[in-house]
Nanobody
Framework: VQLQASGGGLVQPGGSLRLSCAAS????????MAWYRQNPGKQRGLVAV???????NYADSVKGRFTFSRDNAKNMVYLQMDSLKPEDTAVYYC?????????WGQGTLVTVSS
């Protein structure tokens, strides 16, 4: 199973983007799904996570601006990013954790700049 992230790009501050992450096949026994982001020279940090029970948590820096959603029928997850700030610039990765495996997408670059 592979994860394919898409939707990144260049956006002005205050703008919006929606990231998508598609799984190439069915993933079973999912414990959590998440979005992470990383800048060069820095550690990958958690942006948002959905647990198997459906509860969603966000990093403080994105609360109220980002929305994490999923479409189980399509094996896809989304990250709606509104009111984007320059500090949101990063490579964004989708992540799925199961009882046996951890899957990562290849990353999609988001650049917030005027």
């Amino acid at each position: 199973v592979q994860l394919q992230a898409s939707g990144g790009g260049l956006v002005q501050p205050g703008g919006s983007l929606r990231l998508s992450c598609a799984a190439s096949g069915s993933i079973f026994n999912i414990n959590a799904m998440a979005w992470y982001r990383q800048n060069p020279g820095k550690q990958r940090g958690l942006v948002a996570v959905i647990s198997s029970g459906g509860s969603t948590n966000y990093a403080d820096s994105v609360k109220g601006r980002f929305t994490f959603s999923r479409d189980n029928a399509k094996n896809m997850v989304y990250l709606q990013m509104d009111s984007l700030k320059p500090e949101d610039t990063a490579v964004y990765y989708c992540n799925v954790v199961t009882t046996l495996y951890v899957y990562w997408g290849q990353g999609t670059l988001v650049t917030v700049s005027s």
